[in-house]
């Protein structure tokens, strides 16, 4: 995912989204660094000048830091608006670049094992969230306890 506004002038202008926060919104508050509370609708408003046009219609995406993130001392998620949002694909010059691509290939070629264990805590965290067991439930959906086996 990458920011469809400023991108020279933030942070972190291309992302892996690793979670969904169903409980957070546009509206929802963090703590700044100064010790401030706003809302990420306020922060985005004054940060980059762009207006959040659906506040309470979104739960917020959520990249985790990097290795490199961690080792600067940068320990905090990083929450984004869907809808600033744009997904990416990859350049020539991203396909062309082998540190990228073995980098992309450590997400993209996991194991049965580690694609499991993915699968699992994600459907552990779909039914742990309230607002996505009430999507579900609206649709009349229901989200098992493990995965079906196939033989």
Not at 66 to 79: F, S
């Amino acid at each position: 995912m990458s920011s469809h506004f400023k991108s020279r002038e933030i942070k972190y202008p291309a992302c892996r989204i690793s979670d969904v926060d169903f409980d957070s919104s546009p509206l929802s508050t963090f703590q700044r660094r100064d010790g401030s509370s706003i809302s990420f609708k306020d922060y985005y408003q004054q940060r980059y000048g762009v207006t959040v046009k659906q506040p309470r219609h979104q739960p917020l995406l959520v990249s985790l830091p990097t290795e490199r993130d961690k080792r600067r001392g940068d320990l905090h998620n990083v929450m984004l608006i869907p809808e600033l949002c744009l997904m990416t694909g990859l350049s020539k010059k991203m396909r062309d670049n082998f540190n990228f691509m073995a980098k992309l290939a450590e997400h993209t070629r996991k194991g049965p094992a580690e694609r499991v264990s993915d699968v699992r805590s994600f459907l552990a965290r779909l039914r742990r969230t309230r607002e996505a067991r009430s999507v579900a439930n609206s649709w009349n959906l229901e989200f098992g306890t493990d995965l079906v086996c196939i033989k």
